[in-house]
């Protein structure tokens, strides 16, 4: 018999005290960041949903590894057992370690980028952007249409267009595309998964043209969860199975171990081609630290070697998906306005339905930010007009498509209760909507402004 509730499948053996807060202290804390929740020290956050990423807690058996990690410079026996897993879930002969995702992206896209190449994806995630560009290459978004419709219940909201991709690639020529890269699960696109179908078609494609097919593949167990639950023909096949499945069909992946790596810090490079790896190797060797450690300790590597089975069980993959669901189905019950359907690592609430009375020039999303804090100390991060918004010659915001709050959820971090607090914390926030007004930006900079940006309540 299947019980109504989905616990956490693990017990806690070490804990780290939350310092509780009046709302009093929390006026002063939030006028003492300029209402901004990355000057907030952490010690003054009660639930801290700000990212998912490097956030995770690690297991005992984690832990362990940690005691046993080979700090050798070369060979390090921790290396090999990290090369071995990550060999065998992405089906690639060359894998290189980094510190983190970016690394990994600034060594590969600074070899297939530069001037007058372009680069396809669902969604290029903020760093992947950012190291296509900085390069003089151009980073092309193509999301299936459907995705921008934050109501629309449809399975995998994280598709790429193929159809555009096919004209894209006619347009820029096969021969100036750099690479299409499928982000899985889509994280700027709401977290939201990319189907079996979706990658074999991406893969043909890419075969038919001559173009390189890479993953950025984060939240590739997420997404694995989803692709079993919801595409027919995965419903008998293990989450690992569908995940190696799916990254076999690229010629390479990337990913940031700081997601479903269950780990604080780390990442990889995989891929097939062996002049490839080469070059990149040449790069890593450079930058991030010699082919057996890139940039990671002996210990980091037997943690995300253990995170890496892990998060492929199945008790911690529905426990982990459930949860986020359990989270925003009870807020989308309440009438709080979020993105649907759920996604796998967090919940998206629409601050311009929250509160349709506050113009998006006083932004709302970060109206919804400061007023979860100071209710119940509940951190979470804008994504709207401070994060993306522009402004015109005359200096007026040019808003973002979209003011959402984004609630991303650490892994085996918080408990059930946790969550039943966040959703009293919002029953509050919601009885006092009309109530919220505004805020005006008076101090920014010109690149990343959400990071630093100072706020006053109008
Ligand atoms: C986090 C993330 C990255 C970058 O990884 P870092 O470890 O933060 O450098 C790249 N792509 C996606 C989809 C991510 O979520």
Same mark, same amino acid.
């Given at each position: 018999m ?54 995770s ?15 050798a ?12 897993v ?35 994806s669902n969604?290029?995630? =903020? ?21 921008n419709?934050?109501l629309?219940?449809l ?30 699960t ?7 998964p ?10 043909? *494609? ?10 950025d ?52 490079l ?15 060797? *450079? ?12 210990? =980091? ?9 892990e ?8 426990y ?29 609430? =629409? ?28 951190r ?25 709050v ?43 402004r959400h ?8």
């Amino acid at each position: 018999m299947a019980f109504k509730t989905t616990i956490e499948p693990f017990k806690i053996k070490m804990i780290e005290p939350i310092h509780l807060s009046s709302v009093s202290k929390r006026k002063q804390y939030l006028s003492d960041a300029f209402y901004n929740p990355f000057l907030i020290s952490s010690d003054q956050v009660i639930i801290d949903f700000l990212t998912d990423s490097g956030t995770s807690a690690m297991s005992s058996a984690q832990w362990a590894g940690i005691m046993e990690g080979d700090e050798a410079y070369a060979g390090s026996k921790s290396w090999k057992k990290m090369e071995k897993v990550v060999r065998n879930l992405t089906g690639c002969a060359y894998i290189l370690p980094t510190h983190q995702g970016r690394a990994a992206e600034r060594i590969l896209y600074g070899y297939l980028g530069g001037k007058g190449k372009v680069f396809f994806s669902n969604t290029h995630f =903020d760093t992947t952007r950012a190291n296509i560009e900085v390069t003089g290459a151009e980073a092309v978004d193509m999301v299936v249409e459907e995705a921008n419709d934050p109501l629309l219940e449809l399975p995998f909201k994280g598709n790429l267009d193929v159809v555009k991709l096919e004209e894209k690639i006619k347009e820029f020529g096969p021969s100036n595309v750099g690479a299409v890269i499928l982000t899985v699960t889509n994280n700027s696109g709401g977290g939201q998964p990319v189907s079996m179908e979706n990658a074999k078609a991406v893969r043909h *494609i890419c075969k038919r043209y001559g173009i390189i097919f890479l993953i950025d593949s984060c939240r590739v167990a997420e997404n694995a969860w989803f692709i079993h639950h919801r595409e027919e023909g995965y419903g008998n096949m293990s989450y690992k199975k569908i995940a190696k499945e799916m990254l076999a069909l690229a010629d390479g992946s990337i990913m940031s171990a700081k997601k479903d790596g269950l780990v604080n810090m780390g990442g990889y490079l995989a891929l097939k081609n062996k002049n490839l790896a080469e070059a990149c190797n040449n790069s890593l060797i *450079i930058t991030e630290g010699f082919s057996t450690y890139g940039g990671l300790s002996g210990r =980091d590597m037997e943690a995300i070697a253990q995170g890496l089975k892990e998060v492929f069980h199945p008790d911690y993959l529905n426990y982990r998906i459930k949860s986020t669901g359990y989270l925003g189905n009870k807020l989308d019950e309440m009438g709080v306005p979020v993105m649907k359907p759920i996604g796998g690592h967090a919940v998206y609430v =629409d601050a311009r339905a929250f509160y349709p009375h506050i113009p998006v020039e006083e932004y709302p999303g970060q109206a919804l930010v400061a007023n979860l804090y100071l209710t119940g100390g509940i951190r979470c991060v804008e994504i709207g007009s401070v994060m993306f918004g522009k402004y015109d010659d005359n200096g007026k915001l040019i808003p973002a498509p979209m003011e959402l709050v984004r609630l991303a959820i650490p892994r085996r971090v918080y408990t059930q209760s946790h969550i039943e607090y966040v959703i009293e914390v919002f029953e509050k926030v919601l009885t006092r909507r009309k109530q919220a007004k505004g805020f005006r930006i008076i101090k920014e900079s010109k690149f990343l402004r959400h990071f630093t940006a100072h706020f006053e309540p109008l």
